[in-house]
Each structure stands twice: as structure tokens, then as C-alpha cells.
């Protein structure tokens, strides 16, 4: 046994209309690589009618991945991106010194009864040097991410560099985000595999790590140099991800990632008094919670 490991559950959170499963920051784990914020979305069925709707509101010093498994978000932001992104896509919006974005479910499933959302939005911090960099926003859709199956496992690279593959996703530091399906039980091997620190997601299923179980809702939180192997019951399907840790610590407010505590009460400045760029044609506006 080792003393290091750390198994965290979901906490709900309210994110509006959504209830979410919150499983990073956690009080004795701030991050787990560059990885500072991990919620989990669902899996949720709304009436018809009823969609995903999250006006504009901004974010500094961070990107947002979006990965989902089941239904879309429209995803549209200040630099300028219109993307709608699937199931197994990733998008990945570098927030920088300050973008703005929406995500709403696409016309065509507001028009759908039973639309099912499920999906992890996870935010990863920028290192110190690229805090202040120019936004952008990457897409890769899930058919150019390597993906190939061993052992019985099925295995993809989203983000990074794990299993000597790389997705073709740019990243700002290096990390690995990994979606791992077993079609039957089977030996995760990761001893030298990835590089940093590393936690586990259950989305359905069950790990067995030195005879513990970790199930659907749970994260394993680990440490390269402790985790040789785990074991993957039949049928389960888990994110591994991680990296190396940034050197500084972070600071979070609402939507914004800072190494400075200035700094994000300066973007707080900045998004009540408008100074963010905006989405063309968009007026819509989240306030900053308590400033109304
Ligand atoms: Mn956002």
C-alpha cells in the first residue's frame, strides 16, 4: 500500500440548470498534472424544449476541454469559433488573456424529446510563461485521435502524449488525457506509459487498484511512480489523465485560473465592466455571481 492515493467522489454541484458531479478542486488535491477543474455533466435527459444553454461569460489563464459521450454543444467564442463538437470530439478553447464563449445544444436537439447530455468539461491550467497568450480555440474531431486496442482494451489518446502516441491536439504543457473502454476484463498497464501525475474517472464499470474498488462517479488519484497497473472489469469505461505539475500554484475564481491573485481580481474588473472581448452578435451575459 501506498499513502500517496486518494479516492475522491463526485460532490454535486449547481451550475444553474444543470447539477453536476464536481470532482476536481478537492481540498487535499488541488490538481492532479496541469488539470485544476474536472466537473462531470450528467448523464442527463431533458423534454423536449428543454437543452443546454450557457450564455456568454469569460475565462483568463486556462484552457476548457469539452468531451463528451453522449449529445452536443454548440460551442461558439470571441476569437471567433463556431463549432459544434460530438460525442468522443475534443474541444479545447485557450482562454489566455481573456476570451468569452457560449455552449448550447444545437438547434436540432432542442427539437429532440429525450435529448441525453453527458460529458466532462475539465479546465487545465496555463503554464506561468502562457497565461497571457493570445486565445484560440482547437477542435479535433474523434475519428484523427489515435486510438487502437491491446490487451482487450480500447484506447484513445484525446490530449497529449500517453502509450508513445500523440494527439494531434496542441497543448500548452505536458499532460495526457486518455478515454480507455474494456471489452473484457483486463490489465491497464501504466508503469512508464505516461509521464507525471495521474488520476483515474470511472464513467461506468469498475477499477480494481490493490484490491480497491473504484466505481462509477469516483476518481483515483495516483502517482506515476506508484501506478504499475490496475485492473478493468468487462464493459467499463474510464478518462485517465494527468501530467506534469505546474511549479506554481493556482488560484481560482469562478471562471478564471490565475498563478496571481491581482490578476483575477483584475479580470473580475474587467468582466463587470465589459473590457472582455465579445462573440459577434451575442449579447448575451452571464454577471459575475454577486455583482448584481
Ligand atoms: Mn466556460
Known amino acids: 500500500m501506498n499513502n ?11 451550475i444553474g440548470k444543470f447539477l453536476v458531479g464536481r470532482l476536481l478542486p478537492f481540498r487535499k488535491k488541488r490538481q492532479v498534472g496541469p488539470f485544476t477543474f474536472t466537473d462531470h455533466m450528467g448523464p442527463i435527459t431533458l ?51 481573456g476570451v468569452t464563449h457560449t455552449e448550447r445544444s444545437p438547434q436540432w436537439e432542442k427539437e429532440t424529446d429525450n435529448l441525453t ?3 466532462y468539461q475539465i479546465w487545465v491550467a496555463l503554464p506561468k510563461e502562457k497565461e497571457e497568450m493570445e486565445p484560440r480555440f482547437d477542435y479535433i474531431p474523434s475519428g484523427d485521435l489515435p486510438s487502437w486496442s491491446q490487451d ?39 508503469k512508464d506509459q505516461v509521464k507525471g501525475e495521474i488520476a483515474f474517472v470511472v464513467v461506468n464499470g469498475k477499477v480494481i487498484d490493490e484490491g480497491q474498488e ?14 504499475c497497473s490496475i485492473t478493468v472489469e468487462k464493459g467499463t469505461r474510464l478518462l485517465m489523465f494527468g501530467g506534469e505539475p505546474l511549479p506554481e500554484e493556482r488560484f481560482l475564481y469562478w471562471n478564471f485560473v490565475s498563478s496571481s491573485k491581482e490578476r483575477l481580481e483584475q479580470a473580475k474588473e474587467d468582466w463587470i465592466n465589459h473590457r472582455f472581448p465579445k462573440i459577434p452578435e451575442d449579447d448575451t451575459y452571464i454577471p459575475l455571481p454577486g455583482s448584481n
Open 47 to 97: 423534454p423536449k424544449g428543454d437543452a443546454l444553454n450557457v450564455d456568454q461569460h469569460p475565462h483568463i489563464g486556462l484552457s476548457t476541454l469539452t468531451y463528451l459521450l453522449e449529445g452536443h454543444i454548440h460551442h461558439h467564442d470571441s476569437t471567433g469559433a463556431d463549432q459544434v463538437i460530438g460525442p468522443g470530439d475534443v474541444g479545447f478553447m485557450t482562454a489566455g488573456k
Open 214 to 227: 473504484i466505481g462509477p462517479g469516483q476518481m483515483l488519484i495516483s502517482k506515476s511512480e506508484n501506478e
Open 152 to 190: 482487450g482494451l480500447n484506447i484513445k489518446v484525446v490530449a497529449g502524449e500517453a502509450f508513445g502516441k500523440q494527439s494531434p491536439l496542441p497543448v500548452h504543457s505536458p499532460l495526457f488525457m486518455v478515454d480507455i473502454t474494456a471489452e473484457d476484463v483486463s490489465e491497464l498497464k501504466i
Open 117 to 119: 447530455v453527458h460529458g
Open 4 to 14: 500517496e492515493k486518494l479516492i475522491v467522489e463526485e460532490r454535486s454541484r449547481d
